[in-house]
């Protein structure tokens, strides 16, 4: 597989089989993604990987916490910002009609929607889960070179026929789970990642999300 299709055929897998993925494959990925180009070279994350009875102990912990307080418990660091612009609003709709549609949960079934989403605090049944952390002191650069690390696990999973779906909502535990994790006092959960064989027979797998133009986005000059 060539980067170009690997890059196409990446999606975010929500459904998968629950096929292991041996702690010898797992190790070779993350020293292949290592490779991910950082600022300075800082190599500022770490991740946190978890199968079996470990994994299953974070779905536990999730589902007693959002129990108590179904809205997750505070941020100072929300998924969204305060603003974002009209055309990124669009995309957001867009993308939640889509997956529903594929899903056949219509908009007004709101109890539908939600025990669905609730799917993301049981790493949508992947049987590997990814935390990245983040120590809160590093600025926004680190917080984007992070991201290029993650871009990176996606890209290298894809090659080994692996499906990951990228998972900011553990944000809205994040306090139980520097706890749970044993994070030092400067560590956050940035975000998480459910890893494993996709499901191919799954129609929320058949999702495949739409993109801006290059109009909307690139602005080429001097060619
Ligand atoms: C950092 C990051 C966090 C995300 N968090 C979630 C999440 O919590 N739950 C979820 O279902 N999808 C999550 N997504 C998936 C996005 O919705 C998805 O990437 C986007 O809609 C584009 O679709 P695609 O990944 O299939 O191309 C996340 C993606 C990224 C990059």
Redesign the pocket.
């Known amino acids: 597989m060539d980067v170009t299709e690997a890059v196409k055929q ?3 897998t ?1 459904a998968f089989r629950d096929t292991p993925i041996p702690e010898s494959d797992i190790r070779a990925w993350l020293e292949a993604a290592q490779r991910a180009p950082s600022g300075g070279n800082l190599q500022p994350w770490r991740v946190i990987v978890l199968s079996g009875q470990a994994r299953q102990e974070v779905i536990d912990l999730a589902a007693t916490v959002l129990a108590q307080s179904p809205g997750g418990e505070p941020t100072d660091r929300p998924i969204y910002p305060d603003h974002i612009t009209d055309a990124q609003n669009q995309r957001r709709f867009r ?1 939640g009609e889509m997956m529903y549609e594929e899903l056949g949960i219509p908009r007004d079934d709101k109890a539908g929607r939600r025990r669905w989403f609730a799917r ?1 605090f049981r790493f949508f049944d992947a049987p590997v889960a990814v935390f990245f952390i983040l120590d809160e002191r590093v600025g926004h650069g680190q917080w984007a070179h992070t991201g290029m690390f ?1 871009q990176t696990l996606t890209l290298l999973a894809e090659e080994r026929g692996w499906g990951t ?5 553990w944000g809205i535990l994040r306090p139980s789970l520097k706890t749970h994790l044993g994070l030092a006092p400067e560590e956050m959960v940035y ?1 998480g990642m459910a890893l494993g064989h996709p499901d191919p027979e799954a129609p929320v797998n058949r ?1 495949y ?1 739409e993109r801006a133009g290059l109009e909307e986005f690139a602005d080429l000059r001097g060619f």
């Open positions: 990446r999606i975010s929500r993308v993301n993650m779906c990228l998972q900011e909502c975000c999702l999300t």
